[in-house]
């Protein structure tokens, strides 16, 4: 019986708010949430997400469906279709390769393994970032956008992949075996590979942040080029060690044989010999008793080659060497800085209270250590010491960096000077064309242009002069490091 | 028919997130009656249960707006109801109401109905506010609202058989109204 009544309480649904407060409120709330969005634009993640949550709808009462459209999408993918796209970051295909990536370093079990995916993803990101720099159908401030994001992701790739790579090696630790070296090699490879092909994007992009980020991730991947670097020249500088005092050993056994020979009494000699002339039954073995350890020595070696050898490191150096030597021109710049800093220093008096005049004065001698620090990495370099050259160029890199830092903020302080300069010749030259024009005949406007001409083209002269003298000119490098660098270096870059 | 409207909502959710106003206000077209009924009858005052109804939608649009996702909108909009009852009811403990609202909750608990007749109402508004809070609200969630039990269950945040027994609990105490 109760039930009847409780059916009857249905009724009750009549019961509701009046029409007018009902009208009011929602008014009220759609004026909030317009007033709250005003700026919002409806993103291309939230149509996807309508768009999946109808799609799942209709696909989830069929798992044939399902099935069918999960072909269809490897079909497409497998075309090539999204590879075409997948290079834009605001794409959905773009979105959908990352997650993919995502997925594999999920399944990336060992540490191992995530340093090769992470150096397989950051190679991508360097060719996406190549191709968004190709791109000339797109806004300059979207390739801005997806450069930055882009090279961005592929220094969290090589981040990540280092980390991993120092897991690696604390687990390994006590026993630093083929696989740490031979991870370590790859990780400095597409390190170098990745510090060179970005170079690419900034030769194609104009825009001067870009060129900014890029050049701040070029410099983060050296750090990190530079640590396995220096992993990998150990490696190599002990590997050698190693083989040097077994051949050491070898020389010393070998010796220790032969006067143990002279020693011995002439039937013992000849029951030795006749000993021998059994086992030496041919070339090789004879050659195998006479240098007991020489397989050893074969097999060691043949080890380092497997995983590390001298010659690939200093092809990775060498590389480094080159890039040093093209960053000597920027230096140069400093020379420069310096005049111009020099020049509104004296014209204008507020200026010499800027950090920058005391900072500029501070690296004036910057272009000269860089030369001296190049020739003597060079030095190093032919005399075989890695390591030291290794330091050399570090050095060298250090020195850049400071100097761009200030070379840039020159050119800001530079930019602005000229823009004033500009406003000002302008307005005088108005006023003058004015005053001439009412005062001089057109033979004597011509005549104070004139001198005006002159005095340009005197300041210009002087100017290329004291430049041409401060400016310190790229090494030519040598033939061992260029040999060593897979890509020859440009001629123009060596002139 | 309850997946399809939960989707509706969660579509008309991601608009209003990206700017569209009105999706929020058919979202409201959708539930402030609903919410508006089940308030009403457990404050049993109309103006408290407008101003916790629009209170409700405001709270929930601020959450949304801050960025936090909401995946059942019914749901939640129940529990942020009965979250403002039950502050209502707290903050009420603490301060001394006018006369007229302790007058007007005051349920003659002698009606006594056939439930065979057909009900005017008031009575059987009168029968329901009869019935305690806990199982009154679910009542109206289950009778009124015609919501399931699983529904109930997770608005309620108790457990389907807990909310079987207070259904049952109903129905003993209706029992007392019901003509012999």
């Known amino acids: 019986m109760p039930e009847r009544l409780l059916k009857q309480f249905k009724k009750l649904d009549q019961t509701g708010p009046s029409a007018e407060w009902q009208e009011g409120v929602r008014d009220f709330l759609v004026k909030r949430v317009s007033q709250n969005t005003i700026t919002k634009k409806a993103s291309w993640q939230s149509s996807l997400e309508i768009f999946s949550i109808v799609w799942v709808r209709k696909l989830l009462p069929s798992p044939v469906k399902m099935i069918t459209a999960l072909i269809i999408l490897t079909l497409v ?53 190549v191709k968004l720099a190709k791109k000339e159908d797109i806004k300059p401030e979207e390739k801005k956008e997806y450069i930055n994001t882009v090279v961005k992701s592929l220094k969290q790739n090589i981040s990540a992949a280092q980390t991993s790579l120092d897991i690696v090696k604390e687990r390994e630790k006590e026993n630093q075996n083929s696989d740490t070296i031979k991870l370590t090699k790859e990780l400095t490879e597409n390190v170098s590979q990745n510090i060179d092909d970005l170079e690419e994007v900034k030769a194609i992009v104009s825009i001067k942040e870009v060129k900014a980020v890029v050049t701040q991730v070029q410099n983060e991947l050296e750090k990190v080029e530079d640590d396995s670097l220096k992993d990998l020249i150990k490696e190599v500088e002990k590997k050698e060690k190693q083989d040097n005092s077994e051949v050491k050993v070898e020389l010393v056994q070998a010796e220790a044989t032969s006067t143990e020979s002279e020693l011995l009494p002439e039937e013992n000699i000849d029951g030795y010999q006749a000993e021998v002339a059994v086992e030496a039954s041919g070339n090789e073995t004879t050659e195998a008793f006479a240098d007991p350890s020489a397989d050893q020595v074969k097999k ?85 010491n890695l390591a030291k050259a290794l330091d050399k160029v570090i050095e060298i890199k250090e020195i850049t960096t400071k100097s761009e830092a200030i070379i840039s903020r020159i050119e800001e302080i530079k930019e602005s000077q000229e823009a004033v300069d500009k406003n000002n010749k302008d307005n005088n030259q108005q006023k ?54 897979q890509e020859p270096v440009k001629a123009e870059n060596l002139k | 028919m309850q997946e399809s409207s939960q989707i509706e909502d969660r579509i008309l959710i991601i608009r209003a997130t990206e700017g569209d106003a009105e999706a929020f206000g058919l979202l409201f077209d959708k539930y402030s009656k609903r919410i508006y009924r089940f308030i009403y009858y457990k404050v049993s005052r109309t103006e408290i249960a407008e101003d916790l109804t629009s209170q409700s939608f405001l709270k929930t649009w601020e959450h949304l707006y ?15 109801a009965r979250n403002l009852v039950i502050d ?93």
């Open chain 2, 66 to 80: 801050e960025g936090s996702k909401i995946n059942n909108f019914q749901q939640w909009i129940y529990r942020v």
């Open chain 1, 300 to 384: 060691t070696k043949e080890g380092v080659t497997e995983t590390v050898t001298r010659e690939e490191v200093q092809q990775i150096l060498a590389k480094k060497i080159t890039r040093a030597n093209k960053k000597i021109q920027e230096v140069g710049k400093i020379a420069e800085a310096f005049d111009l800093v020099e020049t509104i220093k004296d014209a204008d008096e507020e200026i010499a209270d800027y950090d920058v005049v005391k900072e500029v004065s501070n690296v004036v001698d910057n272009p000269a250590q860089v030369q001296e620090a190049l020739t003597q990495a060079i030095t190093l370099f032919d005399n075989g």
């Open chain 2, 88 to 180: 209502y009811y707290r903050s009420r403990e603490k301060e001394e109401l006018p006369l007229i609202y302790q007058e007007e909750e005051i349920i003659d608990g002698s009606l006594i109905v056939d439930p065979e007749s057909s009900l005017k109402l008031e009575e059987l508004k009168k029968l329901l506010l009869s019935l305690k809070s806990d199982i009154r609200e679910i009542v109206i969630l289950k009778f009124i609202e015609d919501l399931s039990i699983k529904e109930i269950a997770k608005i309620v945040d108790k457990s389907p058989g807990n909310v079987r027994v207070i259904i049952h609990r109903a129905i003993k105490e209706l029992k007392n109204n019901i003509k012999d």
């Open chain 1, 77 to 129: 993918g497998g075309t090539g279709l999204m590879a075409q796209a997948s290079y834009i970051p605001s794409g959905a295909f773009y979105t959908a390769k990352r997650f993919g990536e995502n997925v594999q370093l999920v399944f990336a079990i060992t540490p191992q393994s995530e340093t090769k995916i992470n150096l397989k993803f950051a190679e991508e990101r360097k060719k996406e970032a």
């Open chain 1, 432 to 485: 003058a064309s004015t005053s001439t024009s009412e005062v001089l005949p057109e033979s004597q406007t011509g005549k104070v242009k004139g001198v005006v001409e002159v005095v340009d083209v005197d300041l210009k002269k002087e100017s290329s002069t004291s430049t041409s003298e401060t400016t310190p000119k790229i090494i030519p490098l040598k033939e061992s490091v260029k040999k060593k660098v």
